[in-house]
């Protein structure tokens, strides 16, 4: 007898119905961003899974790789406001959050603070070059990417969902910078890694934008359709193999942990805590859904393994000397951890 767990774990004819609309839509949707953005798959595959797992990236890449542009290029196809806030070291909290302005009315004379929401009060916010700016004012972002709220004057203001945050680092440029520190780096999702185009594809990046031509976009998806799939995703069944491997892999980081293997505890300082395991498991079933299945696999969470790990790990000074990236060390996770056969189970 199925337990109630189990039965509403059971996709339905609607939901069925709707991974396979979403994964026709996810044809359509790469068609529209490939109108503008050459190449960068992996990227827009990952910004797509974790919009629709309610999570937040955090995107690493030189200048000039149309980090900004992705970003807008998908607001645009979803339907969904956009605002870009370029990160200074002067900016200050009030001008990510809004502020209380005092305004006199014309006819009583009345005075009274009116709020007057700021930049983050948007679908899709780009925070440009998040580690320019200090901590202060980087914690105001995390709060409304934490809570969906913000807070000014003593009020709680909310976020309308679909609430999603992309910051952008320069990897290349520190000076002058304060890096996140690594509680609010695990607060992000995903760590995109954009990359360089290949011959091909930077060859079409020069051919599309040294021409007179703008391609029209036509919008796909809308914020309540957005807003379905989300649900959707917190549906879609696990099976006790899925999260056990999902577990092998974040515990096989920590260097204290009796499943961590010998080059864990030579090359880093720490691991990855349960947020890891929560964010692979998420990013497995969005993945899931947007190929058209309604199960996760072991297979999905290997893809999410990259983008959730490799910013929660932190390699020490033996890695280092050695030329270690934290990458490699996931890469070689991936790899050599094995996920739990029948015997496990029997």
């Known amino acids: 007898m199925a337990t109630a767990a189990e039965s509403k774990s059971k996709p339905g004819g609607k939901e069925l119905e709707a991974v396979e609309k979403l994964a026709k839509a996810k044809k359509v949707l790469l068609n529209e961003i490939h109108k503008i953005i050459v190449g960068q798959d992996d990227a827009i595959e990952q910004m797509l899974v974790a919009l629709f797992c309610r999570g937040h990236c955090l995107m690493m890449g030189v200048p000039g790789l149309a980090k900004t542009l992705m970003v807008r290029t998908l607001a645009d196809v979803l339907r969904l406001s956009f605002n870009r806030i370029q990160f200074t070291p002067d900016l200050m909290p009030a001008d990510i959050t809004g502020t209380d302005i005092l305004e006199e009315d014309q006819q009583t004379r009345r005075r009274e603070f009116r709020f007057v929401k700021g930049p983050v009060f948007a679908n899709i916010v780009l925070a440009d070059e998040i580690n320019r700016t200090p901590p202060k004012t980087q914690a105001a972002l995390l709060e409304a990417m934490q809570e969906l709220q913000v807070t000014a004057g003593g009020r709680k203001y909310q976020l309308e969902p679909p609430f ?148 929660r790990i932190f390699t020490n000074f033996t890695a280092d000397s050695e030329g270690v990236s934290a990458g490699q060390v996931v890469q070689r996770l991936v790899d050599e951890v094995k996920e739990p056969s029948a015997a496990d189970y029997a």
């Open 164 to 311: 999603f945050v992309l910051a952008t680092q320069n990897p290349i440029e520190q000076e002058g910078t304060y890096p996140l520190p690594e509680a609010q780096l695990d607060r992000f999702m995903f760590l995109i890694q954009v990359t360089y185009p290949s011959f091909e594809e930077e060859r079409e990046i020069i051919r599309s934008t040294t021409y007179e031509s703008a391609a029209k976009l036509e919008p796909v998806l809308g914020g309540g359709e957005i807003l379905a799939i989300q649900s959707i995703v917190r549906r879609v069944p696990v099976s006790d193999h899925v999260v056990d491997y999902a577990l092998r892999l974040t515990r096989s980081t920590r260097p204290g942990d009796e499943l961590a293997p010998g080059f864990v505890k030579e090359w880093l300082s720490w691991g990855a805590g349960p947020r890891a395991a929560q964010y692979l498991v998420l990013a497995a079933k969005a993945r899931a859904i947007l190929g058209g299945r309604f199960a996760a696999s072991a297979d999905d969470i290997r893809w999410a393994a990259q983008p959730v790990l490799r910013h």
